[in-house]
């Protein structure tokens, strides 16, 4: 078991740099995850704390050993890769004891142990095949054990899982939380996928080209996104985002085709400022009463059908707003609706700088 | 079936007869009587004799030469693989500003046309002393052969993933033996091509070898050439028989290259 702490962690191609500045500290037992869109640099960062990128400056430690100029070997970590990565030419067996044989464990332990993560994970049936000869997440199960059974203190995950298709997705994600689960070990995981972050981490990392958005549990991530970008980024369906101006001494907000009272005191704001006021799809609900101070209100050209839900929009100003309400009682095409909101559910960012105006103690 | 494809399948079977045909008329040649092979119409039926076989084979020429060719082709395949892999694995896992030009480098000594080798290197042999030795052929070959299995290899090692690799870093293994336990077998599919091609390029190899032997390091095409010089009259027996004997080691490998393969990759045999 062990903490991982990277400090001004740097890693540049040439003079292109791809991770400018990164600190973290990931603590025991911690389940993190790393989350962002493609090319945002969670992997390379993972390669690094790996030790299968060079760190162009910057200190990583693992378990409170600066660890920058040591083989992969030697950092206590085992690595689960997205395309799986078994060796194809070895039978099942010998891809899990591959790592156990370098380092000279016995024939009869290796065996105990094999047997042991084989049962676990269910694979013994398939234990003389080689890779090619099983499904996909099959494969991915193997990986896991390859990783496990070498008792690791650092399990790294890079998008594990996506290459399997949607179902198979959803059932070795709960294997992954079960396993973390039962052996604790710290975890660090990447995933461009938010379902995944959001169910298996006790933080999320939120990365946006090389740099940290934000830091959180994904309670925290998601109910006080912390900037535009992770308020865009968490949440399906997407956050409504309309642009305002901020009016009368920072209590109301004026966009096209609306103007709403904003909670005095609670976000930090100036008369006159450009902002952009989100608001969730799943906070808003159809009032009747389009005279409530809390309401946007329209007519709807738009119903997506979802199963228990349906996803209501209708056109406001330039922008949309989307609402997600029950299937039972939704409206038409057509229909004029108004959609209210408790005043907590105001997200609202600077529009320039991107960053939540919401005071740091609410 | 539609037309079409009984079409394409005519077209395929008569493409196949095109190949085989004439491999198959040698193989019968190589059983024929002159009598049988000197008429003017061509006869598929006929008594089978092993005369041709026998004097090819009791010919102490050519079992030198078989000899002289085993040892040559598989000496210079082998210094080919161990000197060629590493270089085209090296070439291909750490590329740098150098590996197009190396590339290039590799194959142009293969534009080269051999008579143009042939003759200083016939010098500087007899100047060794190892002329018309087995040495001096399998050192000549060993330069084809490397370039050959660089060239051949090179591709093979850039298409394993990086990832497998990656892993059996994480799994402890330094440079070399991710090379030997890893790379090298999982690219193997592709790199038997290599080792079949320049098998085959080195046994068939003619001018080289006339150039540098005489009598002593004669290779089998040499010999088999030779059979061709008897007199006026051409003992096509005889020479299909040659032929014969000159194709076989090549098939040989490639079967037992094939299977080789396949026990690698495919189903376990225990389920």
């Known amino acids: 078991m062990a903490e991982i702490v990277c400090h001004g962690v740097n890693k540049k191609y040439g003079a292109h740099e791809v991770i400018p500045n990164f600190d973290l500290r990931v603590a025991e037992h911690e389940f993190i995850v790393f989350l962002g869109p493609s090319g945002c640099g969670k992997s390379t960062i993972l390669r690094m704390i790996a030790g299968l990128e060079a760190i162009t400056g910057g200190e990583v430690s693992i378990n409170g050993k600066i660890v920058n100029d040591l083989e992969p070997r030697d950092r206590g970590i085992a690595m689960v890769f997205q395309n799986y990565a078994l060796y194809p030419h070895m039978t099942i067996y010998?891809?899990?004891?591959?790592?156990?044989?370098?380092?000279?464990?016995?024939?009869?332990?290796?065996?105990?142990?094999?047997?042991?993560?084989?049962?676990?994970?269910?694979?013994?049936?398939?234990?003389?095949?080689?890779p090619s000869e099983l499904s996909g997440g099959q494969q991915q199960r193997v990986a896991i054990a390859r990783a496990m059974i070498k008792t690791p203190e650092v399990f790294l995950f890079?998008?594990?899982?996506?290459?399997?298709?949607?179902?198979?997705?959803?059932?070795?994600?709960?294997?992954?939380?079960?396993?973390?689960?039962?052996?604790?070990?710290?975890?660090?995981?990447?995933?461009?996928?938010?379902?995944?972050?959001?169910?298996?981490a006790d933080r999320i990392v939120l990365l946006n080209a090389g740099r940290i958005e934000q830091v959180g549990t994904p309670?925290?991530?998601?109910?006080?996104?912390?900037?535009?970008?992770?308020?865009?980024?968490?949440?399906?369906?997407?956050?409504?985002?309309?642009?305002?101006?901020?009016?009368?001494?920072g209590t109301r907000l004026d966009g096209q085709g609306f103007s709403l009272p904003v909670t005095p005191g609670?976000?930090?704001?100036?008369?006159?400022?450009?902002?952009?006021?989100?608001?969730?799809?799943?906070?808003?609900?159809?009032?009747?009463?389009?005279?409530?101070?809390?309401a946007l209100s329209g007519t709807v050209d738009m119903v997506e059908f979802h199963g228990d839900q349906v996803l209501v929009s209708f056109p406001l100003g330039a922008e949309r707003i989307s609402a997600f309400l029950p299937a039972r009682h939704r409206p038409?095409?057509?229909?004029?609706?108004?959609?209210?909101?408790?005043?907590?559910?105001?997200?609202?960012?600077?529009?320039?700088?991107?960053h939540s105006l919401l005071h740091a103690d609410n | 079936m539609t037309l079409s494809r009984i079409l394409a399948k005519t077209v395929l079977w008569l493409m196949a007869a095109l190949v085989l045909f004439p491999l198959l008329w040698t193989v019968l040649?190589?059983?024929k009587q002159t009598v049988d092979l000197l008429t003017p119409v061509p006869r598929l039926f006929f008594a089978p004799t092993l005369d041709n076989i026998i004097y090819v084979l009791s010919r102490q020429s050519v079992l030198q030469a078989l000899i002289n060719s085993v040892v040559v082709s598989c000496a210079?395949?082998?210094?080919?693989?161990?000197?060629?892999?590493?270089?085209?694995y090296a070439v291909a896992r750490y590329p740098s500003r150098w590996t197009e030009e190396i590339q290039f480098f590799v194959l142009s000594l293969r534009f080269l046309p051999p008579v143009a080798t042939a003759i200083p290197l016939m010098v500087i042999w007899l100047n060794l002393g190892l002329y018309d030795s087995r040495l001096s052929l399998i050192i000549t070959y060993s330069l084809m052969t490397i370039s050959i299995t660089i060239w051949l290899a090179i591709p093979g090692f850039q298409r394993v993933p990086k990832e497998i690799e990656e892993a059996a870093r994480v799994d402890g293994y330094g440079a070399y033996a991710v090379f030997f336990r890893v790379a090298l077998p999982v690219a193997s599919r592709a790199l038997i091509g290599a080792l079949a091609f320049s098998f085959v390029l080195i046994w068939n190899e003619f001018l080289i070898a006339l150039m540098l032997t005489t009598s002593e390091?004669?290779?089998?095409?040499?010999?088999?050439?030779?059979?061709?010089?008897?007199?006026?009259?051409?003992?096509?027996?005889?020479?299909?028989?040659?032929?014969?004997?000159l194709s076989l080691p090549p098939v040989l490998l490639l079967g037992l290259l094939s299977s080789f393969l396949n026990a690698l990759f495919s189903k376990n045999p225990n389920r």
Not at chain 1, 276 to 291: E, K, Y
Not at chain 2, 225 to 241: C, D, H, K, R, Y
């Open chain 1, 332 to 354: 038409k095409e057509g229909d004029k609706v108004s959609f209210a909101y408790e005043a907590e559910a105001m997200h609202i960012f600077d529009a320039a700088a991107g």
């Open chain 2, 76 to 88: 210079s395949v082998v210094i080919g693989l161990v000197l060629g892999l590493p270089a085209a």
């Open chain 2, 29 to 31: 040649g190589a059983f």
């Open chain 1, 158 to 200: 890079d998008e594990p899982l996506s290459n399997l298709d949607a179902k198979l997705r959803a059932q070795m994600r709960l294997e992954i939380a079960r396993l973390h689960k039962n052996l604790k070990t710290t975890t660090v995981y990447v995933t461009h996928d938010q379902m995944e972050a959001m169910t298996l």
């Open chain 2, 217 to 245: 390091a004669k290779t089998m095409p040499i010999v088999a050439s030779e059979m061709s010089q008897l007199g006026m009259n051409v003992p096509w027996g005889i020479l299909n028989a040659a032929v014969i004997l």
């Open chain 1, 219 to 249: 309670e925290e991530i998601y109910a006080r996104p912390a900037s535009l970008f992770v308020a865009g980024f968490i949440g399906t369906p997407a956050m409504n985002l309309l642009p305002a101006t901020v009016g009368e001494n």
């Open chain 1, 266 to 294: 609670r976000y930090r704001l100036a008369e006159g400022q450009k902002v952009v006021f989100g608001l969730r799809p799943a906070d808003l609900s159809r009032t009747s009463d389009a005279a409530t101070a809390h």
């Open chain 1, 94 to 130: 010998d891809n899990i004891a591959f790592g156990l044989r370098r380092l000279g464990v016995s024939a009869v332990e290796i065996d105990r142990r094999v047997g042991e993560v084989v049962d676990m994970l269910g694979l013994k049936p398939v234990i003389g095949n080689k």
